[in-house]
Nanobody, 130 residues
Framework: QVQLVESGGGLVQAGGSLRLSCAAS????????MGWFRQAPGKEREFVAA????????YYADSVKGRFTISRDSAKNTVSLQMNSLKPEDTAVYYC???????????????????????WGQGTQVTVSS
């Protein structure tokens, strides 16, 4: 089992920055693929970013590429999402996710699918005002 707890959401003006953190616990949390997804009201959950278990690869949705950065600190067992140049369309509940197969590597497209991830946090609200 892997438990995930997000923090760092809030209200920010357009053009501002926020840093989300996800604290992971559980026997295999350091060896899991980690991702961030978001869901806006009335919309489906969508992929934002992911990082491989060995930190060698990162993946981003086109809509956030160049503005968001995902990173992980294995010593602290945390995954972060640095969000810069925020836009009103970034407003959503952001979820941290982890897969359930330690030390796994996937084809690029697999990281984008919610079905790849077995564990989810409770979500943190990000609101960007115009």
């Amino acid at each position: 089992q892997v438990q995930l707890v997000e923090s760092g959401g809030g209200l920010v003006q357009a053009g501002g920055s926020l840093r989300l953190s996800c604290a992971a616990s559980g026997r295999t949390s350091r060896s899991n693929v980690m991702g961030w997804f978001r869901q806006a009201p009335g919309k489906e959950r969508e992929f934002v970013a992911a990082i491989s278990w060995n930190e060698r690869s990162t993946y981003y949705a086109d809509s956030v590429k160049g503005r968001f950065t995902i990173s992980r600190d294995s010593a602290k067992n945390t995954v972060s999402l640095q969000m810069n140049s925020l836009k009103p369309e970034d407003t959503a509940v952001y979820y941290c996710a982890a897969d359930g197969r330690p030390y796994s590597t996937y084809s690029s497209s697999t990281y984008y699918s919610p079905g790849t991830y077995d564990y989810w946090g409770q979500g943190t609200q990000v609101t960007v005002s115009s």
